[in-house]
């Protein structure tokens, strides 16, 4: 069945019929479908449009076909091009054609489809800030097993600084705040009220959109009935989101892909998040991890897929924007899923203290220390590094690490340098000097941590 064809002789082709159906995915929508259809009969019954006995009759239907379509089955042998006319057929043979057409008055499915996408997106994002919540637990859960471990902090993939391994996590605990953050502004413009606004021009009908709008729990309504029937930049705020949520995964997934590999051997993964190789015995592949940076790619692609689609649309609806919702539910299901992927794998880490640690030292990952002691001294910074770089060329030349100089040895090499600068030779007592807020100090880290317990707290209510 269609919900259009007075004004033509024929029907469609076979091909476009089937070119031009979306049943096979926007069937995903069908529970938001049928209680934003709900909604609209109740507003539809305010107005007099529907007797109150019609309204119960449409309500109670579709109240009984959302618990229906739970069944895998229910769009068995479905013909139908999309979602809304499954509804509207099986309103049909419960109801009969005169009431069941009734529902769709004063809507469009401009309107209804931007409904049902903003009810379950809606939804999803809830999920998805859940599931981001969990995963930070997970990072400071796994910062208190190892509080006073030090490891190197990078630049240009080469040893730079010594930090805590505290401080190291909580640089991803911040990005996921952020991402929280901006899934909650995404939520935001996602939850308002679209219905109302008709193809393009409006509802013919006085419906009260606010009603209606607070039986579904929208914050308001939308402005514009023109904006509505072309808009889908709250599909593009979610998947940017998505798409930077992504991102910070790909990126601890890289970090820890080489951190658990042998050249470094930082860390260890359960055996529950790795995988084994079916030809070579000794293999242990961190293959949780490559899936989730290998997921990122196919969120950025439906995001910048959306963004394509919609850059040339003349106003308003145009049927291009029929192709947002498979990449939009792709983004969806990658995302939760790799969310929960990570949860998982940060609970089984291990790291190995003992030898990020030995990697500080036999590096000169102390040196910036030493340049700041002989700044905080009275040399100009600039001169200080210079005089450190030359210690550090010397300790290459002679196969020495910091930790091999006595202080001695050091005051010797240069009359700049005192002998309680020796003391920062020590990774441990190095960072010491770096307690700014923000910093990897054992006391602004310790800070750090508390307040993003408590910030933690806040998130998940």
Known sequence: MKLWGGRFEGGPSEVFDRFGRSLHFDKTLIDVDL????????????????????????????????????????????????????????????????LADKIHTGRSRNDQVSLDVRLWLREQIDEARQLLTGLMAELLALAERYPDALIPGYTHTRRAQPVLWTHYLLAYFEMFARDWERLGDARRRVNVMPLGSGALAGSGFPIDREAVAAELGFDSVTRNSMDVSGDRDFLLDFEHAANLIMLHLSRLAEDWILYTGEEFGFMDLGDGVTSG??????????????????????????????????????MTYNRDMQEDKEPLFEVVSQLLQSLEMAAVVVQTAVLKPQVTHKAVEDSWAVATDLADALARAGMPFHQAHKVVGRLVLESVRAGKNAKDWTAAELTAFSEHFTPEMALLLDPAEGI??????????PDAVATAFAEAKQRLAAMRG
């Open 277 to 314: 190789s079916s030809m070579m015995p000794q293999k242990r592949n961190p293959d949780s991890l490559e899936l989730i940076r290998g997921k990122a790619g196919r969120v950025f692609g439906g995001y910048m897929g959306l963004l394509v689609t919609m850059k040339g649309l003349p």
């Open 432 to 441: 010491k000097t770096r307690g700014l807020k923000g910093g990897t100090g």
């Open 35 to 98: 209680r934003g259809s709900a909604a609209h009969a109740r507003g539809l019954a305010r107005i007099g449009i529907l007797s109150a006995a019609e309204c119960a009759a449409l309500v109670q239907a579709l109240e009984a076909m959302r618990e229906e379509a739970k069944d895998p089955s229910y769009f068995d042998n479905s013909a139908e091009e999309d979602v809304h006319t499954v509804v509207i057929r099986k309103l049909k043979e419960r109801l009969g054609a005169d």
